[in-house]
């Protein structure tokens, strides 16, 4: 069982940027595909982006693209969001989520339907 703990989260300003960190415990990630989704108060939680194993594709929403990236460290079993240019509307949890296996095809990185293991949140908080 895979136990996945975000930190990085906070109150900053519009424009600033933030990096929320993954750790995972209680098993490797690292042939695992991995992601992260985002609840904003009274919206529906979203995917925002994911990785594969190996790092050799990402995908992400279209409200964060070019503005966020993840990334991973197998050996630290960690993964990342780094963010940037944040906008109110980035207010959300954070989750970091871990699928069971390796390999999808590239439609299935963007739903949860193969992230079976999801952490507790972070939450971000953006203020003008």
């Known amino acids: 069982q895979v136990q996945l703990v975000e930190s990085g989260g906070g109150l900053v300003q519009t424009g600033a940027s933030l990096r929320l960190s993954c750790t995972a415990s209680?098993?490797?990630?690292?042939?695992?595909?991995m992601g992260w989704f985002r609840q904003a108060p009274g919206k529906e939680r979203e995917f925002v982006a994911s990785?594969?194993?190996?790092?050799?594709?990402?995908y992400y929403a279209d409200s964060v693209k070019g503005r966020f990236t993840i990334s991973r460290d197998n050996a630290l079993n960690t993964v990342y969001l780094q963010t940037s240019s944040l906008k109110l509307e980035d207010t959300a949890d954070y989750y970091c989520?871990?699928?069971?296996?390796?390999?999808?095809?590239?439609?299935?990185?963007?739903?949860?339907?193969?992230?079976?293991?999801w952490g507790q949140g972070t939450q971000v908080t953006v203020s003008s």
């Open positions: 989520v871990a699928a069971v296996g390796w390999s999808y095809p590239s439609r299935d990185y963007y739903t949860e339907d193969i992230f079976h293991y």
């Open positions: 990785i594969k194993w190996d790092s050799s594709s990402t």
């Open positions: 209680g098993g490797t990630i690292s042939r695992r595909a």
